[in-house]
């Protein structure tokens, strides 16, 4: 059974940069319909898509985010990694990595299956 | 860009009642692509449905979803005490591939 845990800092000092990683247990992270995201979750609001990749270092990214956000994988390690630069305090967040399944054939997405599972989710602040 | 619009905001209801949770798309979207999730206080969302209809792996036949086009829904035939929690309605699509609605809550009356 897959479980995914996020690591790192719960303080972050304004402008600096906000590193977290997510370690993968129960499957490899290199299956072929696998997607890792990291979402996010201000406090009372609703959940933000950050971005994605792939095993093979293929990323997307939420064009809001998209300068300053850095998403990476480590295969060897089953971990996937993030990366915010210049955060302020709407940072402030739960972050979230989940697994997102995608059956494709021939090329062509089949069967979208959403975000399956995920970490229990890391609260961040952002404080001097 | 799509934008997920759900309403109510907060739906106040009893144990035993149906619940009717509405997503709104800002235009046209596959079926295949939308997906609902539940989120309890403190907890992280957990897979509902997926392709608009299709339970996830688990989930208790008295949660449904149905829709085309722009408006989506997700029932609750009879609300069980566990039910009460905050539900998110999810689109994949070109850009950006991952679209979220702001959630409605489901509280006790």
């Known amino acids: 059974q897959v479980q995914l845990q996020e690591s790192g800092p719960g303080l972050v000092k304004p402008s600096q940069t906000l590193s977290l990683s997510c370690t993968v247990s129960?499957?490899?992270?290199?299956?072929?319909?696998?997607?890792w995201n990291w979402v996010r979750q201000q406090p009372g609001k609703g959940l933000e898509w950050i971005g994605s990749i792939y095993h093979t270092g293929t990323t997307y990214y939420n064009p809001s985010l998209k300068t300053r956000a850095t998403i990476s994988i480590d295969t060897s390690k089953t971990q996937f990694s993030l990366k915010l630069t210049s955060v302020t305090a709407a940072d402030t967040a739960v972050y979230y990595c989940?697994?997102?399944?995608?059956?494709?054939?021939?090329?062509?997405?089949?069967?979208?299956?959403?975000?399956?599972?995920w970490g229990q989710g890391t609260t961040v602040v952002v404080s001097s | 860009e799509i934008v997920l619009t759900q309403s109510p905001g907060t739906l106040s209801l009893s144990p035993g009642e149906r619940a009717t949770l509405s997503c709104r798309a800002s235009q046209s979207v596959s079926n295949s692509y939308v997906v609902w999730y539940q989120q309890k206080r403190g907890q992280a969302p957990r897979l509902l449905i997926y392709?608009?209809?299709s339970r996830a792996t688990g989930i208790p036949d008295r949660f449904s979803g149905g829709g085309s086009g722009t408006d989506f829904t997700l029932t609750i035939s009879r609300l069980e005490p566990e039910d009460f929690a905050v539900y998110h309605c999810?689109?994949?699509?070109?850009?950006?591939?991952?679209?979220f609605g702001q959630g409605t809550k489901v509280e006790f009356k």
């Open positions: 999810q689109h994949y699509g070109p850009s950006p591939p991952k679209t």
């Open positions: 129960g499957d490899s992270i290199r299956g072929a319909d696998d997607y």
């Open positions: 989940a697994r997102e399944v995608m059956i494709t054939f021939g090329g062509v997405l089949d069967i979208y299956y959403g975000l399956d599972v």
């Open positions: 392709g608009a209809s």
